[in-house]
């Protein structure tokens, strides 16, 4: 296998794999044999999470097996040639898995606390600029300076080791490490229950939810989304502004999941629930960085709306919103999910120039977002003649030729 196939390929290469006719596979998936046929061979996108679970759980494969997202991530001069194998090398250490365990060497220095916020709000920052290979570079540090944090500064230090999880689940669900993103959230959000701060067990609650959904498991998802509602929702008449965004941000993150499941009413009562925060709210903001706002609401309508096969929706909302008060990588996601609606209707020139456009503002994003690469490749198999210079060179530079 490599990562110059479509979905529809790999679902091909898989059903031969396990030896399935077309007829048997279309049949396990409420589809007929000539749908089936047209995904396989590029004549219909299949960009439907929702659909694409139903047909892994079919072949009994992962999400992950049919979206293929690349986890080769670029070496650049922030990263350095360290990535993703060191930070799966830290979550791997016997000394992560509790601060009984981690060993400073003699003449170390204690963590110093305010160094330590700082390099963790320097990480989040980064992400949020969507320059992985910094992020990449930096959590393995980060992880090891928060579990010795705690030896010396106890409960202070709790806070920062949950959000240093944090950060490498943000990182480990953009490049499809999903089973990393999941210890990695799963030892956050035991931190976060150790600091008594309903804010961090919110923010790591919210990452939880991320994490199933990069997993592929909606249905849980939409479940914790409720269930996390219920443990905050007391915080709210107390909260300040950033309780309401973690409480906010969390009901966008279950709406994508309600959505996922085909569950429409929950879709929009938790669009709702949202609205409502971000209406308390007002102005734009990004506490706690999640990108909170009433502008994140809308862009969450145009998701959601694709998950759902509502194309014409997210083909009119979609161009409309204006997300320049948004970190990089929320404006760089929504002009993903926009150019997958153009895509879906026949408008790939238009299509393209936001895919380029979003390239130059956030090259890394693009290069390992699965729906970038995924309409790249369907656009390449789709030519009758030589490409245009644009779509190939942007194929070139995604490694997809």
């Not at 791997?92 to 601060?99: E, I």
């Not at 210079?389 to 194929?395: D, E, V």
Request: aromatic share 4%; proline share 4%.
């Amino acid at each position: 296998m490599t990562n110059a196939l479509t979905i529809g390929e790999r679902i091909a290469w898989y059903r031969r794999r396990r030896g399935v006719p077309q007829e048997v596979l279309a049949g396990r998936v409420g589809r007929t044999t000539d749908w089936l046929s047209k995904v396989e061979n590029n004549r219909i996108d299949l960009d439907r999470l929702s659909v694409i679970r139903n047909v892994a759980d079919a072949l009994d494969i992962s999400v992950g097996d049919l979206i293929g997202e690349p986890t080769l991530l670029d070496w650049n001069s922030e990263g350095g040639m360290r990535t993703v194998p060191a930070l799966r090398a830290t979550l791997m250490d016997y000394r992560q898995l509790s601060p009984l365990l981690a060993t400073p060497s003699c003449d170390a220095e204690p963590i110093n606390l305010d160094d330590l916020r700082r390099e963790v709000e320097a990480v989040f920052d980064a992400y949020q600029a969507s320059r992985y290979g910094f992020v990449a570079g930096r959590v393995p540090l980060l992880l090891a300076d928060a579990v010795q944090a705690v030896q010396t500064h106890g409960a202070q230090a709790h806070r920062l080791r949950a959000l240093s999880y944090q950060a490498a689940t943000s990182l480990l669900t953009k490049l499809g490490e999903s089973d990393l993103a999941w210890i990695a959230t799963e030892r956050g959000l035991a931190a976060a229950q150790q600091t008594g701060d309903p804010v961090i067990l919110g923010s790591l609650l919210r990452s939880v939810v991320h994490a199933l959904l990069s997993t592929g498991r909606y249905a849980p998802a939409v479940q914790l989304t409720e269930a996390a509602a219920g443990v905050l929702h007391p915080e709210l008449p107390r909260g300040n502004r950033t309780m309401l965004s973690i409480y906010g941000s969390l009901f966008l993150a279950g709406s994508i999941a309600a959505a996922r499941t085909n569950d429409r009413q929950r879709t929009h009562d938790f669009l709702r629930e949202a609205h409502g925060m971000a209406q308390r709210l007002g102005a734009d903001a990004n506490h706690m960085w999640t990108a909170f706002d009433p502008t994140n609401v809308k862009i969450h309508r145009v998701a959601t709306a694709m998950e759902l096969g509502d194309v014409q929706v997210a083909v009119d909302l979609g161009p409309t919103i204006d997300t320049s008060g948004l970190p990089i990588e929320r404006q760089v996601r929504h002009s993903l999910e926009v150019a997958r609606a153009l895509s879906a209707w026949n408008k790939t020139d238009q299509a393209l120039a936001v895919v380029l456009d979003a390239e130059q503002r956030a090259r890394e994003q693009v290069r390992h977002h699965y729906l970038s690469r995924q309409l790249v490749l369907t656009w390449m198999r789709r030519q009758r003649t030589k490409p245009s210079h644009a779509l190939a060179s942007l194929a070139q530079r995604l490694n997809l030729e």
